[in-house]
């Protein structure tokens, strides 16, 4: 039907009829949301061809890895090349470093970077390698699918520039529960790569398993592995980690100690530096927080213990060039020591408490860190600051329970902290325990609520200790396939805050189909992202959120709104059986009626209403025009969605030319 109606409502009823209609035109929805731009958000566009776009750059030496990267991905959207050459404007991105140098993996390097683009010229400037990334990322983002065949970036001229929010924005995975091949770790670079973060965190160590491969400690990491597959040797580790340094990622390991670690003492000759390791099922709740039991013992005959945690540190630092290093801290069980034969014993001539011996652990491990891994700096899981241990302006905690936790922790220290509470971003939860029953940490993390959660909330005054924050997928019940699914697009979801805590969109409608764009993107360059929401639902969105989440009567404005609607759509009818003779009548009375509509001012989420927007940017994807696309989650929340020169001003036929 070739009829439309300013507002959407006779095409929104003739797509109905023509049910599903996927051509393969994409989305305008770069992720993160972007953070400071200029841009007319009018129809002009630059066409482009993908696999034929000029990167034109000076790099040299690894630093061009940035460029073939991204070829790749420019190329992976028209992997046919396809598109015709003829109508494009737009052939060349002009890429300027200042510093072209791939940096070793450390904290707080410039990431901003300044992007513009018009119809027909685009130049990409930053300081730094990294900030490049993040620049040709967006880039790649911005180029849109057309149902002809073409690409264009829609909505041209643009003027970018960003930098993130937090400098520390990463994802924890947990080989030391199950093991995650190296190919994995890859593709998990990768995702965060394509959604700017900028760190994998492996928990390397804990009382099932240790995942890595200890040089100066064969019998113990040999005694401790699954299997002789299932732990990393330093040839991989050394690959991972400079895979992950050319894409702007750092890798941070973890050995937890003094609890969970009954895996240092399973080998013959070392059973003496773990306390509680045999703890029957029925009692595990007494001596730690999840079988099986064991935590590393101070007390053991000559420096055993200390020995041992100096020797591994120093054969991972030999791997790990990072700045930081994780030394965990979580879950200490005092009791476990109280009732161990020789931590009591020691307790009890030395005159000290449990929490004296850990502290004693803590400041001679603190020793031995430095001795390990000099210049190296620690961070910690949040008990160490709440229980008083003595830290530094350098340390880094991690804030992993709760909310109170966090303010504990900035209050009682003054060290800096990553978040990663369990209420938001703890992405195992939901999905039920070892003993088949559900999990603590219930309900399951959706996108948007890792997206939602906001990190500053409630500690203004201290917010500029944050750095930032992690997304946790503790290993216990997942699968290494299954991976990949789990966290992704969930920790992108907190990857967006993290990167833009300063635009914060609040419409939940943008939110779930940017976050989907995000997902069908991942899963387009090789990753297997989960959904966020149904396919049936991007390609009809009216359908599924013209209703908000709690109903609410509707108010007068708004029954107003729907009367316009259902009059719309019975005039849509009475057209395509009158046709001509009645129908050019009617759609402008429609037209006319619909011009007072009040719903041009935006109104609460809990009305209930089919909004004209949604109408609109469904008519729109229904014909495929990337040029017309609304749904961008960088339009300022204060801003209505459809306060848009296109949609306000443009008079009909400047519409229909574009089509």
Not at 210 to 217: K, V
Not at 332 to 361: I, K, P, R, S
Not at 421 to 443: H, I, K, Q, T, V
Not at 460 to 469: D, F, H, I, M, P
């Amino acid at each position: 039907m070739g009829w439309r109606l300013k507002g959407g409502i006779l095409a929104a009823a003739v797509t109905a009829i023509a049910g599903y209609q996927d051509t393969g035109s994409t989305r305008l929805a770069p992720w993160p949301p972007l953070k400071t731009h200029t841009n007319t958000r009018l129809t002009d566009v630059a066409v482009v061809a993908p696999c034929a776009i000029d990167l034109n750059h000076t790099l040299e030496g690894d630093a061009i890895t940035a460029i073939d990267i991204y070829r790749a991905v420019l190329a992976g959207l028209d992997p046919e090349c396809t598109a015709d050459e003829s109508g494009v404007t737009l052939s060349t991105l002009f890429v300027t470093v200042a510093d072209a140098t791939v940096p070793n993996s450390t904290l707080g390097i410039d990431e901003s970077y300044s992007l513009t683009i018009s119809s027909t010229s685009a130049t990409l400037s930053t300081a730094t390698y990294i900030g490049a990334l993040r620049g040709l990322e967006t880039f790649s983002q911005l180029i849109v699918a057309r149902e002809t065949g073409d690409f264009v970036i829609p909505h041209v001229p643009w003027a970018i520039s960003e930098h993130p929010s937090f400098p520390h924005r990463g994802v924890m995975l947990d080989p030391a529960r199950t093991f995650i091949p190296i190919p994995l770790l890859e593709a998990t670079v990768d995702a965060l790569l394509y959604s700017k973060m900028n760190v994998l965190h492996l928990h390397l160590t804990d009382s099932q398993a240790i995942a890595i491969d200890l040089p100066s400690l064969p019998s113990i990491s040999r005694a401790a592995a699954y299997s002789e597959t299932e732990q990393y040797n330093a040839t991989g580790l050394a690959g991972l980690v400079e895979y992950a340094r050319v894409r702007g990622v750092r890798v941070i390991p973890e050995l937890d100690s003094p609890g969970h670690a009954r895996s240092w003492g399973l080998a013959d000759g070392y059973k003496d530096i773990v306390a509680c390791a045999d703890v029957p099922g029925g009692s595990y709740e007494r001596y730690c927080a999840e079988p099986p039991c064991g935590q590393l013992n101070p007390a053991a005959a000559g420096n055993r213990t200390y020995d041992i945690i100096q020797a591994a540190l120093t054969d991972i630092a030999d791997v790990f060039p990072d700045s930081h290093m994780h030394l965990g801290y979580d879950e200490v069980n005092f009791q476990c020591w109280e009732d161990d034969d020789v931590a009591g014993h020691y307790m009890e001539t030395a005159g000290v408490n449990a929490h004296g011996l850990l502290t004693q652990y803590f400041t001679e491990q603190r020793r031995r860190f430095q001795l390990a891994a000099p210049k190296r700096k620690a961070i910690y899981w949040e008990e160490v600051a709440l229980q008083g241990l003595p830290l530094s302006r350098e340390d880094i905690v991690q804030v992993w329970s709760n909310k109170t936790a966090l303010a504990t922790v900035l209050e009682e220290s003054h060290a800096s902290v990553i978040i990663s509470w369990a209420e938001n971003y703890y992405l195992d939860c939901g999905r039920g325990n070892m003993f088949g029953d559900n999990s603590w940490c219930d309900p399951y993390k959706t996108a948007m609520e890792t997206y939602a959660a906001d990190p500053l909330e409630g500690i203004e005054g201290k917010s500029a200790r944050v750095l930032g924050g992690e997304a946790l997928l503790w290993g216990e019940l997942v699968a290494p396939t299954s991976v990949l699914a789990l966290a992704w697009p969930r920790a992108a979801g907190y990857g967006g805050r993290l990167w833009n805590n300063d635009v914060k969109e609040t419409n939940r409608t943008e939110l779930i189909l940017a976050l989907q764009a995000h997902a069908d993107r991942l899963q387009a360059r090789g990753i297997p992202a989960d959904r966020v929401t149904t396919r049936a639902c991007t390609l009809e969105p009216h359908l599924c959120f013209g209703v908000a989440d709690e109903p609410a009567p509707p108010t007068e404005h708004q029954s107003r709104g729907l009367k316009v609607m259902l009059i719309g759509m019975a005039a849509a009818a009475v057209v395509v059986v009158a046709m001509l003779a009645f129908g050019i009548g009617i759609a402008s009375a429609a037209w006319r009626y619909s011009r007072d509509d009040p719903m041009k001012t935006q109104s609460s989420r809990k009305g209930v209403r089919l909004s004209r927007p949604l109408l609109m940017q469904h008519h729109r994807d229904s014909i495929h025009s990337p040029a017309l696309t609304l749904n961008s989650p960088s339009i300022p929340p204060d801003r209505p969605l459809w306060d848009e020169p296109l949609l306000r001003d443009a008079p009909l036929s400047q519409v229909d030319s574009q089509l």
